[in-house]
């Protein structure tokens, strides 16, 4: 008696959507196969990366400047006279949006899998342009 052993590779299908979001999604994702990529993946692989690329611009851009902003503000936007207590402060107007930032990266890493990366990505920036329009009218 001799067996047989099935040497050919099949490739897992896909997960299914529901048909609910199709073409929202990536169905197909073969990155490795140079003919999907030619095709379909290097067009998908780049315009992720141009969205990727700008949220993160913008997040950066937006603690960069929240940091640099709060050096300038004076008893003319509630701190206080007292160059020590003023101080104090500013620290606490640049430390608190970093902890809630460190603080929400649980949740945040679940969203991803929740809405998908480049949807996540975009929300995520958006939602870093309120606080930067809120101060923009404000200040």
Do not use: C
């Not at 620290?91 to 996540?120: C, E, M, Q, S």
């Not at 606080?131 to 923009?136: D, E």
């Amino acid at each position: 008696m001799t067996a047989t052993v099935d040497t050919t590779t099949t490739q897992a299908a896909p997960p299914s959507t529901g048909g609910l979001l199709r073409g929202r999604w990536l169905e197909d994702w073969r990155p490795e196969d140079k003919e999907f990529w030619d095709a379909k993946g290097r067009a998908i692989a780049t315009r992720n990366l141009v969205v990727s690329v700008f949220s993160e611009h913008i997040g950066f851009s937006i603690w960069s400047l929240w940091s640099v902003f709060v050096l300038f503000l004076g008893p003319k936007y509630g701190l206080s006279t007292n160059a020590k207590d003023a101080a104090a402060q500013k620290f606490l107007l640049t430390t608190l949006p970093t902890a809630l930032g460190a603080g929400v990266r649980l949740p945040y890493t679940f969203a991803v899998a929740k809405f998908g990366g480049r949807n996540w990505t975009v929300v995520s920036a958006a939602l870093l342009l309120v606080p930067l329009i809120v101060t923009g009218i404000l200040l």
